[in-house]
């Protein structure tokens, strides 16, 4: 069994802080951004947000994605020498 720091879970967790953390200051970025004219459509800014947002949704879909094929290999790997080790010890 993996450790609690290793799970995906943990990471997510933390990640969710970190996001926790880092909104506001972006928030506060933008809204200087937008008061200072060199972005002139809230709409301009909205657009840039759900464009940012779906490539966090698509990164963390290709990070997830790969993991567990990394972890589904592992398994297959696992259950191919349980596998063989049966048959070992059927023969014997």
């Known amino acids: 069994m993996k450790d609690g720091k290793d799970t995906s879970e943990h990471k997510l967790a933390k990640v969710a802080i970190i996001t ?9 970025i933008l809204e200087v ?8 459509s809230p709409l301009t800014l ?3 947000g ?5 490539l ?7 990070s997830r994605t790969k993991l567990k094929a990394q972890q589904l290999a592992v398994d297959a790997q696992a259950l ?13």
């Open 20 to 28: 926790s953390l880092v909104l506001p200051i972006l928030a506060a």
């Open 33 to 40: 951004v937008q008061n200072s004219g060199y972005v002139e």
């Open 46 to 48: 909205a657009i840039l």
């Open 50 to 54: 759900v464009a940012g947002t779906c």
């Open 56 to 62: 966090a949704s698509f990164g963390y879909g290709a």
């Open 80 to 92: 191919t020498i349980l596998h063989e080790g049966t048959k070992k010890t059927k023969k014997s």
